[in-house]
């Protein structure tokens, strides 16, 4: 059941943000919820504050004022949401909660993609196959999982240049 979760937001007052997720994991706890609401979260980002000449960094809300919950939408999970202390009500028209869109969801950064692996590893050598680089070959310096990108090292005018391309515009050589 928990696979057809989706991301709601509910609205507290500013600076209960922490105490509304706790209360909501707390009763979702003690009513054996953890199907219906598996994830609370309060999004935050890290920024370097400075004061005179020290710098520090602190966790800063990135939507202050609301809570962002997993949860299947049901008259009881809706019931423990909406009569948590602190929680004024969801985002959505009226009193419809309105999930968010997978789109929202990734522009927001709740729920990273799942890391693939592209069966390279820095080190190795490729050819290009396809794009404007096509037939140069050169070895592999970094790689990036999330985005699917390879960073490779090829010689040009006898220099070594490193251009960025898909995983899919390279082929191991050898």
Same mark, same amino acid.
């Given at each position: 059941?928990?696979?057809?979760?989706?991301?709601?937001?509910?609205?507290?007052?500013?600076?209960?943000?922490?105490?509304?997720?706790?209360?909501?994991?707390?009763?979702?706890?003690? /009513?054996?919820?953890?199907?219906?609401?598996?994830?609370?979260?309060?999004?935050?980002?890290?920024?370097?504050?400075?004061?005179?000449?020290?710098?520090?960094?602190?966790?800063?809300?990135?939507?202050?004022?609301?809570?962002?919950?997993?949860?299947?939408?049901?008259?009881?999970?809706?019931?423990?949401?909406?009569?948590? /202390?602190?929680?004024?009500?969801?985002?959505?028209?009226?009193?419809?909660?309105?999930?968010?869109?997978?789109?929202?969801?990734?522009?927001?950064?709740?729920?990273?993609?799942?890391? /693939?692996?592209?069966?390279?590893?820095?080190?190795?050598?490729?050819?290009?196959?396809?794009?404007?680089?096509?037939?140069?070959?050169?070895?592999?310096?970094?790689?990036?999982?999330?985005?699917?990108?390879?960073?490779?090292?090829?010689?040009?005018?006898?220099?070594?240049?490193?251009?960025?391309?898909?995983?899919?515009?390279?082929?191991?050589?050898?």
């Amino acid at each position: 059941m928990a696979d057809e979760a989706k991301w709601y937001v509910a609205h507290t007052y500013s600076g209960y943000e922490n105490k509304v997720k706790a209360n909501i994991e707390k009763s979702v706890e003690n /009513r054996g919820m953890q199907d219906l609401i598996p994830d609370v979260r309060v999004p935050v980002e890290e920024v370097v504050e400075k004061k005179g000449d020290k710098e520090k960094i602190v966790q800063r809300k990135i939507f202050p004022g609301y809570v962002v919950i997993k949860m299947v939408m049901t008259d009881e999970s809706w019931y423990v949401v909406r009569n948590t /202390r602190g929680v004024t009500g969801f985002v959505g028209p009226g009193s419809k909660p309105v999930p968010l869109s997978d789109e929202e969801v990734a522009r927001m950064g709740i729920e990273k993609p799942p890391v /693939r692996d592209i069966g390279f590893k820095p080190g190795d050598f490729v050819e290009i196959k396809s794009g404007p680089m096509e037939g140069f070959s050169g070895k592999i310096a970094s790689i990036n999982n999330e985005t699917g990108k390879v960073n490779v090292m090829v010689s040009m005018f006898n220099r070594e240049t490193q251009i960025e391309i898909d995983h899919t515009q390279v082929e191991a050589v050898g």
